[in-house]
DNA sequence: AAGTAATCGAGACGGTACGTCCGGTCTTCCT
DNA sequence: AGGAAGACCGGACGTACCGTCTCGATTACTT
């Protein structure tokens, strides 16, 4: 009856869950994801091997979980009334992030997901799922201010938008420079205007 | 004139050259990159470890360039007179192919670049280069047909183009149907005609 | 009084140890040192590299702790009561484990401790010192009846009788013959008597 | 008639012969056994691979070969017309010298040679042999003038004044210290004489 | 002068073992 | 029931030498 059911046994430490996040944490800043061995979180918190696994299934997986608790930035979208100026101004925050340490990071993280399809699910939830979905509500508020067209396909069109930053950040064929939002969002909004 | 410079020494193994990427792209068919270990390229090209790292700095750079051998799908751009037409096509035979295991694979290949800069460096060589110089050629093209504005910035209308093929193989998120080439290139052509 | 002061952790296996003694000598007779590799040792002892690398330091360790422990034979001294027949007993029974596969393994051993001082001192240690304090028993023991001077170099004394042994094992220039023993002895005590 | 019976084709390279003595010489000296490996060999001395197994079978014999090059020291007996001088002073001679790098070096070619049959036998006809038969006439001539015994076994002899040194070489149980020819001497003479 | 034959340099090759690292799993005791 | 400690097996890493092999280039003697 009593939903929650009182576990026997001494209760998960959440002082090792700290520790390892930021042992975590200090190494992928300065090591990247190579850094971040279970050996090395482990010794580095203080904590067993065994106790890490318990809790994340690899070391993709602590390393996200590190990543999302260490650069949890917020996701700012002010509503200026003008579509084009919202988008912009989101996506300068987030290429500026991506311009240092973070995004190095980050490539390294959807790396890793190539080869672990539960980081990538874990990626998508803590990550990218978030910033969507924030990204969406904008895009409704502009449909319902008239300022974009209602049948426009806005998956396809937050791709657009997004994907080249994420691709340039991972393949480097093009710089992150400053003006490229401001590019993308004219360039993807000339055809998306009512 | 141009007198060969023949070097001493017994020359490289052409036969070797060929094994080894041959076991390496079976390997990565059925196995991914995961099960492209230097021993098992070696070991099943019946070919020496150290032959392998003469000519290959990492398993990555074999994966690479086996994978190039073995999808050298031509580079297919018809001219139909159409620009839309023409790129519609080029990425819908390019979305094909990464709905099967060349998908999976491109996928982890450029996830494993993340953490070793020349595998990127190849990586972009190899793969992204020739693809995207075709892809001007046909924009170059188009604009000199009135078909496109020439004030275009075309490295970011490739990218609004194809990083979201990418960008969905690698994360996921959403599909790779085949109506999405239509969609995005409608998208992105609505602004950029002249 | 003395807490056995208990260790953390998993307690070191025996069966490991004893599957890498066991696997050790029989490589050790039936192929020598060159048998002998931490490769072979762990594949046969069904244990795994790192562990072996533990216990041991070297090839060569192994190799004289397999030895020692096979061939643990007793270093007998009967007591007759004449220096003479004690030495030249004891001297036929190591000429004779010499003659066989021990002579060419011990052989070996010592010629690997050439290049691995830490061999050389397990060496000395687990295998010379033992029988030389034996001897130094029995010589004692002599001087103490008057058979002995009792200024005699107990050291070079030893050298004199066992060095040949082990110098014939080494350089084959002559035979390992069953007389040498008896020779060896009488032409040393001749000057050694009181 | 002419013995020299003219061999066709280009003559051995008495230039590479040399180059390769000194280069194992240097890399002996300073490194000890474990540097003369064939390819350093080969590489410090300017030749090719081929060229030095050509003419040595093995890295052993390469190394044998260059130490009796590098260390011919004379083999010096006087006449002092008593055969305990003779052979004390020969000894210390000999002493003198394993005290240093050739001791060490020594030490790592009699071990080498315990898996190297050929390399032992190189070793007793370059080493040992010339230098056992320049004592034995030294014996044959203290025989002669009375001052041994005639029936004396003089390989057993011979071993118990040298064995004694090379086993402390190579067990380092003891220390090679200048009094011990003349405590050998002694001891193995009182026994000895008329 | 042309031919023959052995040698030489360079260096690629298949192979064996090295010593190390990490991933996961296990065993033991302590809290 | 956690958790810390740490030993364990397995697999791959990248490197060092081994001994063999192909090359083209030399260097003599033989016709």
């Given amino acids: 009856m009593t939903s929650a059911a009182v576990k026997p046994g001494r209760p998960r430490s959440e002082r090792a869950r700290q520790a390892v996040l930021k042992a975590a944490a200090e190494l992928l800043v300065d090591g990247g994801m190579a850094a ?45 009334g003008d579509v084009a100026q919202d988008l912009q101004r989101q996506m300068k925050v987030m290429l500026r992030a991506f311009s240092g340490r973070a995004g190095a ?32 509500l904008v895009l409704h508020r502009a449909i319902e201010r008239g300022q974009l067209r209602g049948d426009l ?28 939002p401001a590019t993308l969002v004219a360039q993807a909004l000339a055809g998306a205007r009512r």
Same sequence: chains 1, 2, 3, 4.
């Fill in 105 to 136: 990071i980050m490539a390294e993280l959807i790396g890793q997901a190539q080869s672990d399809p539960g980081l990538r699910e874990t990626l998508r939830e803590r990550w990218i799922s978030p910033r969507r979905e924030a990204t969406l």
């Fill in 36 to 80: 971040v061995t279970m050996e090395a979180v482990a010794a580095r918190a203080g904590v067993s091997k065994v106790t890490v696994y318990k809790w994340w299934p690899s070391r993709g997986a602590v390393a996200v979980d590190a990543y999302c608790d260490h650069y949890r930035q917020t996701i700012v979208f002010e509503d200026t």
């Fill in 153 to 180: 396909d806005l998956e396809a069109f937050m791709d657009e938008l997004y994907a080249p930053l994420y691709f340039r950040l991972m393949l480097q064929h093009q710089p992150l420079d400053q003006q490229l």
